[in-house]
């Protein structure tokens, strides 16, 4: 119980909102990475690439010091993902 209570009382509100935020731009672009890989756009490919290494490592170093970090996470990554697959359908 005791370290549950330590996870909760070193989880922070910002944090957790700039984790998830990240996670909505890192699967945003990791959707946007395979559509430019299928089109073989390198430039555009290792750009995207690029930009979602440096932000995952945000993530990770945030939710390996907390694992209560993983829940804005995933959500972000659902938002993410969810955002960019629904824009590519319309488009269509």
Same mark, same amino acid.
């Given at each position: 119980?005791? %370290? /549950?209570?330590?996870?909760y009382? &070193? $989880?922070?509100?910002?944090? !957790?909102?700039?984790?998830?935020?990240s996670?909505? +731009?890192?699967?945003?672009? =990791? !959707?946007? =990475?395979t559509?430019?890989?299928?089109a073989? @756009?390198? $430039? %555009?490919? !290792?750009? +995207?690439? !690029?930009?979602m290494? $440096?932000? #995952?490592? =945000? &993530?990770v170093?945030?939710y390996?010091?907390?694992? #209560?970090?993983? $829940?804005p #996470?995933? +959500?972000?990554?659902?938002?993410?993902? =969810?955002f /960019?697959? %629904?824009?590519? @359908?319309? %488009?269509?």
């Amino acid at each position: 119980m005791e %370290k /549950i209570f330590l996870l909760y009382s &070193g $989880f922070n509100w910002f944090i !957790a909102l700039g984790v998830m935020l990240s996670y909505v +731009i890192i699967d945003g672009l =990791y !959707a946007r =990475y395979t559509l430019e890989v299928v089109a073989l @756009k390198p $430039f %555009k490919s !290792a750009t +995207i690439g !690029a930009g979602m290494h $440096f932000l #995952l490592a =945000y &993530g990770v170093i945030n939710y390996t010091e907390n694992w #209560l970090y993983i $829940f804005p #996470l995933v +959500i972000g990554s659902w938002i993410g993902t =969810y955002f /960019i697959v %629904k824009c590519e @359908k319309n %488009k269509r």
